[in-house]
């Protein structure tokens, strides 16, 4: 029999927790695949957040246990659906010096970090109670003005 840590899907996909989390349906995101490499493989922006692994362990009801403090202390932070408009935050720099600014993470899911909760780190920022990316602005042209 299949054994699950309780309150922790590890089958199905990412987007449907987010919509059990949330008020208004949540289908993957439609965000636009950028082929374009600049400075790094950060600048490959993923059409959706069922590419990153390590999310789903992390994920219940829309809300992200993630360790964003000194010593391993966690935050229960939420994913934002498509309720939440596709909009620039607060202005940052990416780890790799890149002009930014602070998205939801369904927004600019970046093929850098896809693999590890470790790698994100260095990308996330708050909006609100939401988990942000530090999003390159050359991946939204029309918002960087």
């Known amino acids: ?19 059990e989390g949330s008020s208004r349906k949540a289908a993957a995101p ?9 400075n790094n493989s950060d600048s490959r922006v993923l059409s959706n957040v069922n590419q990153v692994t390590w999310l789903t362990e992390l994920l219940h009801n829309g809300s992200v246990l993630l360790h964003t403090g ?4 966690t935050e229960n932070l939420q994913l934002a659906g498509e309720d939440q408009p596709n909009e620039p935050h607060s202005a ?3 780890p790799v010096s ?7 993470f369904r927004y600019c899911v ?14 996330f ?5 939401y988990v942000g990316v530090c999003c390159p602005d050359h991946l939204h042209p029309a918002a960087a003005s």
């Open 30 to 38: 439609s965000v636009a695949v950028h082929d374009e490499e600049r």
């Open 1 to 19: 029999s299949h054994v699950r840590t309780p309150g922790y899907p590890r089958t199905g996909n990412i987007a449907d927790s987010i919509q």
């Open 110 to 123: 970046l093929s850098v970090f896809t693999s590890s909760q470790q790698d994100f780190l260095p990308y």
């Open 125 to 129: 920022c708050r909006i609100d109670n």
């Open 92 to 94: 940052c720099t990416s």
């Open 70 to 73: 000194v010593n391993g202390t």
């Open 98 to 104: 890149q002009s930014g600014h602070c998205r939801h």
